[in-house]
Every structure is written in structure tokens, then in C-alpha cells.
């Protein structure tokens, strides 16, 4: 099977990419629910959710899109008419290329083929293209990130094997001195 969302040559603008990057890798934006009567009412709990899980110091670039509904400044000309419907277009566009990244590599590995460009940073989760087929991590700063991680992960196992085996010889003695006894 061969399906690569690169060899495909998607129409797909950096714009998109940059939409699916407003906030960070390691995160899942809820879906907004409300049972507000009126539009007003809808729109001030929705104020009052952004500012709760998104506050704007911790998610500028995010907030400048989502505020701005018709006149989005940098990346798009997004015509959503409400912060509500232009929350819903970012994350759907989020969620869509993110799952392209997953679905796209899930195949890859289970038909052993070439893994697709579009990836998912292996360090801080961020959607990236890659530059390189070796390429898994979206800049060279999570790259050595990712590393460290590793190395980390590989001395904390070889020590926690270590105090295993330390633990092992001495109950081994400890039932030996038992056997002496009797
Ligand atoms: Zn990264």
C-alpha cells in the first residue's frame, strides 16, 4: 500500500501548518459547549472559557487569531464570523492535519515503507515537515532535547536493572545463610 500525504502533493498552503502550530503540541483544545438561550449569553461564555483555558499572556499568537474573527492579522484570511466559529475552524484544522501526521505514519510503519514528510515532533509534538527522511524532531533545539530524553531514560533503566540485580544476590544470600542455619 502506498498512500503518503507527501507523494499525494496536497494543495497544502504553510498557512494551514501554522493554524495547526497556534498552540502547542502536547495539548488538546476542548470542544466549546454551552446551553446559553441567546447569542449574548453564548459569546460571554465563551469570553469567559477563553480566558480561563487560554489566557492571552500564556497564548498570544493564539489569542490575536481567535479575537480578531473577519480581520485574523498574520496567517489567514479567516472569514468565521464569531470568535466561537473561529475557534472551531482553528481547531478543526488542527485536529484534521495532526490526524493526517498520525494516519500517515501508522500506514507507513505497517506497510514498512517510507515514513510521510508531514510529522509529529517527537520531542514537543508540534506538526512539522520534514526536511529529511531521518528527520524527528521539528527544530534542532528538540532534537538534542529528545536525545538528552533518551539517554536519560536509558541510565535511569540501566540503574533501576542494576538495584534489581543487587536486590536479587541478596536475597539469594539471604536464603543461603538461611539454608546454612538449618
Ligand atoms: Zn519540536
Known amino acids: 500500500m ?8 496536497l494543495p497544502m498552503a504553510p498557512y494551514q501548518l501554522a493554524i ?13 459547549r454551552t446551553d446559553a438561550y441567546t447569542v449574548a449569553a453564548e459569546a460571554a461564555e465563551f469570553e469567559q472559557f477563553l480566558d480561563d483555558r487560554f489566557p492571552r499572556e500564556k497564548f498570544p499568537e493564539f489569542r490575536r487569531e481567535v479575537d480578531n474573527p473577519g480581520r485574523s492579522p498574520v496567517l489567514w484570511g479567516c472569514t468565521a464570523p464569531s470568535k466561537i466559529a473561529c475557534y472551531q475552524v482553528i481547531v478543526e484544522i488542527r485536529r ?22 508531514l510529522r509529529i515532533c517527537g520531542f514537543c509534538q508540534k506538526l512539522f515537515i520534514a526536511g529529511r527522511n531521518n528527520q524527528m524532531t521539528c527544530d534542532k533545539k528538540c532534537g538534542s532535547a529528545l536525545r538528552w530524553r533518551r539517554k536519560r531514560a536509558k541510565a535511569k533503566e540501566y540503574e533501576l536493572n542494576r538495584e534489581l540485580n543487587i536486590s536479587r544476590k541478596d536475597r539469594q544470600q539471604k536464603l543461603k545463610k538461611k539454608g546454612a542455619v538449618k
Open 20 to 32: 495547526a502550530n497556534l498552540l502547542p503540541g502536547d495539548m488538546e483544545p476542548p470542544n466549546f
Open 96 to 117: 484534521m492535519w495532526r490526524a493526517a501526521a498520525s494516519v500517515g505514519r501508522l500506514i507507513a510503519v505497517m506497510s514498512n515503507d517510507r515514513l510521510p514528510l
Open 2 to 9: 502506498h498512500l503518503q500525504v507527501d507523494d499525494v502533493d
